[in-house]
């Protein structure tokens, strides 16, 4: 399913939303934003050993640092197919 980040906006952006999904933070831990010359990261370690590096859209990274878009949505949508991968 498709959700509306920022309901509202001018600039719509969507996440995909699997169901069951209620608390994505749970399954991470080091989370982190991080700015280099190449773009800004969303950074984390998923449960105790697959290292996420991924690389945020600027509109996605705008809204984080508005307070906009949280933290665990910014994962829920970077790094659902981690929740794929595991046949969740």
Known sequence: ?????????KRPSY????????NPTADFTD???ERTPQGIFLKALHKG????????LKLDAER???GDLPLPALLEK???????QEGE
């Not at 050993?49 to 945020?56: C, G, I, K, M, P």
């Open 31 to 33: 989370i982190s934003i």
């Open 1 to 9: 399913m498709l959700r509306v980040d920022c309901p509202g906006a």
């Open 78 to 84: 970077y790094c659902s197919y981690l929740r794929l």
């Open 49 to 56: 050993h697959t290292q996420v590096h991924e690389r945020l």
């Open 64 to 66: 984080y640092e508005q």
């Open 15 to 22: 996440s995909i939303v699997y169901d069951g999904w209620h």
